[in-house]
Structure formats: structure tokens, C-alpha cells
């Protein structure tokens, strides 16, 4: 194959960091973006992104507003797809016209969006993905990256349907980001990430602080890892074998699902999270955005109840989140007791713990 085209849709603060690296590589990547201000501040100005340690990388890119994408002409091989996980199926719907024939959408999100992907392009044409990169944008043309290529971390499906070589190329070109696992079992990976992300990423931003300082209320901590040990039980339910990801041991002891549900949570505190990383739902509605609640803790609490489990806290993010989101209820630290009240309900056993774990501090 010539040097693939490649699409990345969906250029927010992980996307827009991946892209660059893309591109730094040497690939031919067009970057397609929502934020009207975000693509005239590329264009003017290229990605900036303030690197780990406080290095700056700007690279020069090619990048076209959503409109714009009917003014394309030629098919692209590949298509990284970066969108929240609510706006899928029309995404897909949009660049679907100019995916090659042989070309592949790699769901590059949270939650379980692969079979979406799969419903509009066919399975032949989509690789599920799994994604670690910690990163802030409040600025167009920004990117505040707080985990350096070096402790990114990507699993990548391994697909008969899609092919060894093309499988082999999606991989190749994210490697320019990150660490590429290729993995057989995409559906027990996205659901080791759903249960991690079930436990910080709209939990956190219900109380509207960075996730290290959640994570140091014995409470706000509790509550988290009980979410966790909820979708992980879901996910059992739902047929996904427990597994490692994020870069943890092979060997890591999956026997005990709640303890490893923990472990889970702790390699996001002690690898990928400053003291200042805010979660992506908490950027969003930062931004005035919706943010991804009902692909998260509400698919976990939708699996639980069809498998006849409990999802408590789950099913109260869920509702928090919308009531936030409907403008009745403030996202800051007054949200804290009824979070801490839920937690005292549902799972008692867990008010004794007092402070962050030592496995779990360093971050």
C-alpha cells in the first residue's frame, strides 16, 4: 500500500494531541473538528501542545471544519474516530462516504461504541479501540498533555474480519502516539476501561475537582471504587473475562473481582493523573457540554439490571449527572454528602477506610 489517508474526526484535547503525533510522523492525516474556533486556531497557528515537564511541540496540520467535509474528494484508509461517545452513529454516518473501500474506523472513544461503528460501516471495516491518554484543552489550538508518548497507552482490536495487514497498519500509525497493545478480546478490554471510567470520570466531576483531589476524600474515594466494583461485576455478567489493561502485569491476580476493580482504579491514579487532571466529563461541562454519563455509568447500570444486579451508585451518578445537565443542580463539592449518604446506604463496609491506599498515592 502507498503512505495511507488517514482521518482523524473528532480532534478535542486527546484526539487533537494524537493527531499531531500522526502527523509529526511523517503520516498524511487530515483532522476533522466541531469547534469552529479550535480549526481556525490550528490553521493559524498549528496544534500546540505543552508537553510533561514543560516542553512545547507545535505542529503545522491539515484540518477541516465538519462542513467542510463535503468539499473532500479523496477516500481515506483510515478514519480515527475521537468523537463522544453520543455523537457515533451520526459521525460515522458523515465520513462514511469517504471510507475506501477497504478502509477502517477505529472507535478511538469511551464505552461500548464498536458494534455502532460496526451497524453503519460493517464489521469487515471497524477495529474497536482502547484509550490512556490524559490530557486538558480549555484553549482552541491548545492541548495541556499530561501523559508524555512514552505512558500513553492504546489497545487495538485484533480483527480476522478486518485482516492482519490492515490491522497491522492502524497500529503502526498509533504508535506514533503511544504503546499499542493488539489484543483478540476488544470486548473484555472496553469493558475493563467502561468499569475504570465508571468509576472517576463523571464521579469526579459531580463534585467539580480534579480526580487526585476526589480521590483523597475517604468518601469521594469510596464511592468511586464501589462504582468501579459495579461495573466490573456487569461486565462479568455481560460475558467480558477480566483482564489487564493500561499497561498493568500480565500476571495481575484477576481472581477477585472487587480487588481487581481497585487495582484498575489505582493504575489511573498512579500513572495517568496529575493533581491538577480534570476527567474529560468534567471538561465538558466545563464547556457547557453534555457530557458521557449515559454511555458510562448508565451501561453499567443498564447491564446490571438486566442481569439482575445491583448498580446503586452508578444509577445515582446517572441521575445527579442529568439534573446537573438540566440545570438544577450546581457541579461542585455540595454534592459530596449525598454521595457520601449513598455510599453509607449501599455498602456500609466501605466507610472504614480512612485516606487514600499507599498502592494508590504517587500520582
Request: proline share 5%; glycine share 8%.
Amino acid at each position: 500500500m502507498t503512505q495511507p489517508r488517514i482521518a482523524y474526526l473528532g480532534t478535542g484535547a486527546n484526539g487533537a494531541g494524537i493527531a499531531a503525533d500522526m502527523t509529526r510522523a511523517g503520516h498524511d492525516v487530515t483532522l476533522i473538528e466541531q469547534w469552529p474556533a479550535h480549526v481556525e486556531a490550528m490553521r493559524a497557528h498549528g496544534i500546540i501542545v505543552e508537553m510533561p515537564g514543560g516542553r512545547s511541540e507545535t505542529t503545522e496540520v491539515t484540518v477541516r471544519h465538519l462542513c467542510e467535509v463535503a468539499q473532500l474528494r479523496q477516500s481515506f484508509d483510515l478514519v480515527y474516530l475521537g468523537m463522544k461517545a453520543y455523537d457515533t452513529r451520526w459521525a460515522v454516518e458523515l465520513i462514511k462516504p469517504m471510507l475506501a473501500e477497504d478502509g477502517v474506523v477505529i472507535g478511538m472513544q469511551n464505552g461500548m461504541t464498536r458494534d455502532t461503528i460496526a451497524s453503519i460501516v460493517g464489521p469487515d471495516r471497524c477495529l474497536g479501540a482502547v484509550i490512556e491518554v490524559t490530557a486538558n484543552m480549555y484553549t482552541p489550538g491548545r492541548v495541556d498533555r499530561q501523559s508524555s508518548r512514552e505512558e500513553s497507552w492504546f489497545a487495538l482490536e485484533d480483527s480476522a474480519e478486518v485482516g492482519a495487514e490492515r490491522v497491522a497498519l492502524a497500529a503502526e500509525v498509533l504508535r506514533a502516539a503511544g504503546t499499542v497493545d493488539v489484543v483478540a478480546d476488544i470486548h473484555s478490554a472496553k469493558w475493563m476501561k467502561l468499569a475504570v471510567n465508571a468509576a472517576e470520570l463523571v464521579t469526579s466531576a459531580l463534585v467539580g475537582l480534579p480526580l487526585m483531589h476526589a480521590a483523597k476524600d475517604p468518601a469521594l474515594l469510596n464511592f468511586m471504587l464501589a462504582a468501579g466494583r459495579e461495573a466490573v461485576a456487569a461486565a462479568a455478567a455481560d460475558g467480558a473475562v477480566l483482564m489487564p489493561i493500561l499497561g498493568m502485569p500480565e500476571d495481575v491476580d484477576t481472581s477477585d473481582p472487587a480487588a481487581f476493580a481497585d487495582a484498575l482504579f489505582g493504575k489511573v491514579l498512579s500513572s495517568f493523573c496529575l493533581p491538577d487532571t480534570e476527567t474529560t466529563c468534567l471538561q465538558d461541562w466545563r464547556k457547557g457540554r453534555r457530557n458521557e454519563v449515559h454511555g458510562l455509568n448508565g451501561h453499567v447500570a443498564e447491564v446490571a439490571h438486566k442481569n439482575g444486579l445491583r448498580a446503586p451508585l452508578n444509577e445515582l451518578t446517572v441521575a445527579m449527572a442529568e439534573r446537573i445537565e438540566a440545570g438544577e443542580m450546581p457541579f461542585d463539592e455540595t454534592n459530596r454528602d449525598a454521595m457520601a449518604a449513598a455510599l453509607a446506604e449501599h455498602y456500609p463496609e466501605l466507610g472504614n477506610l480512612a485516606g487514600l491506599p499507599p498502592h494508590m498515592a504517587g500520582a
